[in-house]
């Protein structure tokens, strides 16, 4: 049943997902892009589980490993995305 | 902590998550959007650390070593160095997802197998699909990565018995997930594990490595989808809602992307990855009458002098030559002479989406002279000069007459239609895509050879003269 309600729970962020994006102006293709990126790197929940919850030494250094991957993918991503709507920010409200 | 507690932030967290997304869709909210789901981000990280009974030393290492790396990283890449960064960032993600599904596998194995708890084959199964969309995501981006930084040709590569071998490595994928649903205890299925971490490697590889520098775009964002799905599917892998969510909507979200992509080519998905599209022979193209007629700088500076309005058409080539800010600068002092400046941008002109409008944002160009392909076409015939800056493909008119060119059917950024059109190209080959490109053969043509930077750099001491 656990497993029913995932299924669940995950065609309906499917449907979710297509509808969030209908029309994006190209100018923001690249920050949508990095910016999502850094949301897939949720993976860092079941990263940080994993390294704090293993019994064996090979579970922990995966976790591990699986924590420094995402934590740069998750900071780095939010950063670097943020530095470009920063950029496109000033621009639009620079002088005409 | 309480479950029903960390369940509920992890609701809170999905529900900022979808806010951030839909914001980052628009220009007015796009850094707040990015900011609510990084805040999604960070309660989801700090309530999964207040669970107890957990081993803090290597969590804290291991989230230090993560936030260093990623903080220097964002600050010193360049916006030139953009598309290898997310790239890069993509594989992370990805590989990340197999470790995650790897411990968890690991987990089992040493308990004595998954084979003797509940829906042992569909929890077998799905961290098997982890494992193999995660190992593709990475060795995926980790080519798009050489690539894209120059480690690796741009270029098509085509492997001896390419088609064979993708083949083999898919039947491979398929039996040993398979398999491993079937046979979840014990050291068969390590090996079966394995089994399908190296063909997924493998695959990624031998997926990229034939798809040119062109369609990277489509690559990239298809990517990006991926490493999302590879997170859902770990999310399945430890039964996490949030993981489960959030992946979901990441690849769902970045497959529209890879789809607008395709559309802006006028090509399905299929055609970009499987067609080794760039490797198409140019014997069978049509013969291009006439020549392709060199000009000075200074020539071209007396017609631009005169021009009333310019497009200036930006490609992968401006990119690579660093010219955004000499581009820029060239556009101003046009502007001053009294010209019309507008910046036309194909959607898929560069490496990645938008990276373009990337590119000219740091040197500073008005948002207001962006336009898009669409907006700017009607206006095409009533431009005076052209100028097209290590653009290729994307203003190939072969690509609307020419029925026998790969590229027909493309909606291209109609620069032939000006009056005049300056082109500046590195030399006299043809572009990545290995096309001949008409438009520097029409008799309205001239080109500017040599670095797009010094060329425009020229150009603009040219005009302070």
């Given at each position: 049943m656990e497993l029913v309600l995932l299924l669940f729970i995950f065609t309906l962020a499917a449907f979710l997902g297509f509808e969030l994006i209908a029309k994006?102006?190209?100018?923001?293709?690249?920050?949508?892009?990095?910016?999502?990126?850094?949301?897939?790197?949720?993976?860092?929940?079941?990263?940080?589980?994993?390294?704090?919850?293993?019994?064996?030494?090979?579970?922990?250094?995966?976790?591990?490993?699986?924590?420094?991957?995402?934590?740069?993918n998750v900071v780095g991503g939010y950063l670097v995305t943020d530095r470009m709507l920063e950029m496109f920010k000033k621009k639009g409200k620079g002088p005409k | 902590m309480n479950a029903i507690l960390l369940n509920i932030a992890y609701i809170v967290a999905a529900v900022l998550f979808i806010f951030g997304i839909k914001?980052?869709?628009?220009?007015?909210?796009?850094?707040?959007?990015?900011?609510?789901?990084?805040?999604?981000?960070?309660?989801?990280?700090?309530?999964?650390?207040?669970?107890?009974?957990?081993?803090?030393?290597?969590?804290?290492?291991?989230?230090?070593?993560?936030?260093?790396i990623g903080v220097v990283w964002a600050r010193v890449v360049k916006m030139t160095g953009m598309p290898e960064l997310v790239a890069l960032f993509n594989g992370f993600g990805g590989l990340a997802s197999v470790f995650v599904a790897w411990?968890?596998?690991?987990?089992?194995?040493?308990?004595?197998?998954?084979?003797?708890?509940?829906?042992?084959?569909?929890?077998?199964?799905?961290?098997?699909?982890?494992t193999w969309i995660g190992c593709l995501t990475f060795s995926g981006s980790l080519v798009a990565w050489a690539k894209l930084s120059g480690k690796i040709s741009g270029r098509p590569t085509i492997l001896p018995k390419q088609r064979l071998i993708a083949i083999v490595l898919v039947l491979l994928s398929i039996a040993s997930v398979?398999?491993?649903?079937?046979?979840?205890?014990?050291?068969?299925?390590y090996g079966l594990?394995?089994?399908?971490?190296?063909?997924?490697?493998?695959?990624?590889?031998?997926?990229?490595?034939?798809?040119?520098?062109?369609?990277?775009?489509?690559?990239?964002?298809?990517?990006?989808?991926?490493s999302g799905l590879a997170a859902s599917a770990a999310g399945f892998a430890i039964q996490n809602n949030v993981l489960i969510v959030a992946g979901c909507l990441v690849g769902c979200s970045g497959l529209i992307l890879t789809?607008?992509?395709?559309?802006?080519?006028?090509?399905?998905?299929?055609?970009?990855?499987?067609?080794?599209?760039?490797?198409v022979s140019s014997s069978e193209e049509t013969e291009v009458e006439g020549e392709m007629k060199a000009v000075s700088v200074s020539d071209a500076y007396y017609v631009l002098e005169a021009a009333q309005s310019v497009v200036i058409v930006p490609g992968y080539g401006m990119a690579v030559a660093q010219a955004?800010?000499?581009?820029?600068?060239?556009?101003?002092?046009?502007?001053?002479?009294?010209?019309?400046?507008?910046?036309?941008?194909?959607?898929?002109?560069?490496?990645?989406?938008?990276?373009?409008?990337?590119?000219?944002?740091?040197?500073?160009v008005p948002y207001e002279q962006l336009v898009e392909m669409d907006s700017i076409n009607p206006r095409m015939p009533t431009v005076d000069v052209a100028i097209v800056i290590g653009a290729n493909d994307v203003v190939n008119p072969a690509a609307s007459d020419d029925p026998s060119s790969p590229i027909y059917g493309m909606p291209i950024i109609r620069a032939n239609?000006?009056?005049?059109?300056?082109?500046?190209?590195?030399?006299?080959?043809?572009?990545?895509?290995?096309?001949?490109?008409?438009?520097?053969?029409?008799?309205?043509?001239?080109m500017l050879y040599g670095d797009a930077k010094e060329t425009v750099a020229a150009l603009v001491s040219e005009f302070k003269k």
């Open positions: 994006v102006p190209s100018q923001l293709h690249t920050p949508l892009m990095s910016g999502s990126n850094a949301i897939s790197g949720i993976t860092i929940v079941g990263a940080i589980t994993a390294t704090g919850l293993s019994d064996s030494l090979i579970g922990q250094w995966l976790g591990f490993f699986a924590l420094i991957l995402a934590t740069i | 914001m980052l869709g628009s220009a007015d909210t796009a850094r707040r959007g990015n900011l609510i789901s990084a805040l999604g981000m960070l309660l989801a990280v700090v309530v999964t650390l207040l669970n107890s009974g957990m081993d803090f030393r290597w969590i804290w290492i291991g989230l230090g070593l993560g936030t260093v411990a968890e596998f690991q987990k089992y194995f040493s308990e004595g197998g998954i084979g003797g708890i509940d829906n042992a084959t569909f929890i077998a199964v799905i961290i098997a699909a982890a398979v398999a491993f649903g079937m046979f979840p205890n014990g050291f068969l299925a594990f394995l089994c399908v971490l190296v063909a997924a490697i493998g695959l990624g590889l031998f997926a990229v490595l034939p798809i040119g520098g062109g369609d990277m775009p489509v690559v990239i964002s298809l990517l990006n989808s991926l789809l607008i992509m395709c559309k802006a080519m006028n090509r399905n998905l299929a055609n970009v990855l499987f067609s080794g599209f760039g490797a955004q800010h000499a581009v820029k600068e060239l556009g101003n002092l046009l502007e001053e002479n009294g010209a019309e400046v507008f910046y036309a941008i194909h959607p898929v002109a560069g490496r990645m989406p938008g990276h373009m409008n990337v590119l000219l944002a740091e040197a500073d239609e000006a009056r005049t059109v300056y082109a500046l190209k590195r030399g006299q080959g043809a572009g990545f895509s290995g096309l001949t490109n008409k438009l520097y053969f029409l008799e309205k043509t001239r």
